[in-house]
């Protein structure tokens, strides 16, 4: 998906065959009128594309992410893509362990409160910017669970390892 706005290009960060784009900013204004949903795999992208573009903007999570995780953004973007398709709308062709890859990064790094709610309140944030209906409210209701359960079960590892 490569999207003009005002003349602008997007960037672009391609992966093997797939590409995904960033918005410019100009773009989400652009995508808030138009209020898509989360019912395509365009749109998931484009979503994921511009939560992670936040989380990698911000002091406290792009380290996380870049240093602590070590990830390839470009590969990275796609596999979350793949990810939300499978949450929203039972998509098979996600399958990996989330839980396992973020507890290997616990490990090293211990994530904090605050990073659960940062990255909350990017992805509310990015889906009410541009985002709504039935797939939008139903990704929401899957994060914030998703993210509980990860906060708590991450605590429990910890507190495990710790004895």
């Known amino acids: 998906m490569l999207l003009r706005v005002h003349g602008n290009m997007s960037k672009i960060l391609r992966t093997g065959e ?44 792009a380290p996380v992410f870049l240093r602590d995780a070590n990830i390839d953004v470009s590969a990275h973007l796609p596999t979350i893509s793949l990810y939300w398709q499978k949450m929203l709308w039972g998509d098979g062709q996600y399958n990996t362990n989330m839980m ?14 605050i990073h659960y709610q940062r990255w909350m309140g990017y992805f509310e944030q990015t889906a009410k910017e ?23 079960r991450m605590v429990e590892a910890v507190v495990v390892n710790a004895s």
């Open 18 to 61: 797939r590409r995904i784009s960033i918005p410019p900013d100009s773009a989400l204004d652009l995508a808030r009128d138009l209020a898509r949903d989360l019912d395509t795999p365009q749109n998931i992208d484009f979503f994921v594309a511009s939560f992670y573009d936040k989380l990698l903007k911000d002091d406290i999570m």
């Open 130 to 152: 541009s985002f709504a209906g039935e797939y939008t409210e139903k990704a929401l209701r899957i994060a914030a669970a998703v993210i509980h359960n990860m906060e708590s």
């Open 100 to 113: 396992k890859k973020h507890r290997a990064i616990n490990v090293k790094k211990h994530f904090k409160t």
